[in-house]
């Protein structure tokens, strides 16, 4: 099939980011997959060539990407977006098929956190597709629907959050112990570390719990041998304080979207600690980290977007916690015993 995905804020984000690699995967099952997008990126790698082909526009402008997308002609048409982009999709239907095999082109529709859209009839016009179990439930408890009758009668379905490899850079956490030491001296790593804790982010401030001072500095008073590690700590939120404070035991380098450094980085580190404001419907980074062979500790938050309660299996591929004493007694037990890390 020829398909395209439209991704409206082409931003540095998670939401940006699992649109690149649903297409990436849909173009290595043989697909003819092109990406639409604008705004700040594309997210490539450094060097390298698109795959899939990209074309950016120079706005968001719904016209603007209506008219690139109907120039490529696709049968398949998938809109991954924080919500219903409803201003793109009534310029779609506007559009007329012009040759396709099966006619009018299938609309698909993400809305990544879950929110209905405000006209209601757009359920009629497009299909859904949920990112994950809990933002499915929620968009049905938001549309006063049951999720047979959401799947049924109404189109909407969801993907699984799963662990997945990163596109580049074959590392893992569980490479030998050399290969681990010598990337951790090349990140500026102590050599007398005995365990690597932190996660990577966004430089925002929302990305980040207001309590993440406080966590860190738990977390290296649980071990004196201890390092923190972090991309993208914020300075509003201790990035300075803690550098000033624990010296070279805390490292933490600026956001990035080079996925060989990020790779680099999650696959230097024992455990994720992953303590985020409002929570998220889904997080990139726990799926990289647990295609890297790295589990993530998460702050579990029930009545905020609880997404991280789905992608960490508590006890098997991280641990879900209530609060920072109870993260630091998870980073003491792996500390006392490797070979439960290692497992």
Known sequence: MRIVHSIPDFALGGI?????????????????????????????????????AHVVVGSEDPCLLATAIRDINPDVIHIHAAAYAEPLLGELLRIEPTGLRSGRPLLVSTPV??????????????????????????????????????????GIAYAPLTPFDPPLGPV????????????RQHLGLRAETSIVVGRIGRDTVGKWHPATERLVDAMLRTDAAATWLSVGLPRDRGAERLRERWGSRFVNFPETADYDRLTEILSAMDLQIFFSAHGECFASSICEAAGLG??????????????????????????????????????????????????
């Not at 893992?172 to 990337?183: E, K, P, W």
């Open 294 to 343: 790295v589990p993530t500790v998460a702050l579990a938050t029930p009545l905020n977007d609880n997404g991280q309660a789905e992608q960490v299996i508590d006890g098997k591929t991280g641990f879900l916690v209530n609060s920072i004493d109870d993260a630091c007694r998870v980073v003491a037990t792996f500390t006392r015993d490797r070979a439960a890390l290692t497992r």
């Open 16 to 52: 940006q980011k699992a649109g690149c690699v649903i297409a990436a995967h849909m173009a290595e099952s043989g697909h003819d997959v092109t990406i639409v997008g604008a705004g700040g990126g594309p997210r490539l790698p450094a060097g390298g060539q698109p795959n899939p």
């Open 113 to 154: 956190f879950g929110r209905p859209p405000s006209d209601r009839k757009v359920l009629d016009r497009t299909k859904t597709c949920c990112v994950g179990v809990y933002t499915f439930y929620r968009l049905c408890r938001w549309l006063g629907v049951t999720p047979q009758r959401a799947m049924h009668d109404l």
């Open 172 to 183: 893992s956490a569980t490479d030998t112990d050399t290969t681990v030491r010598l990337r």
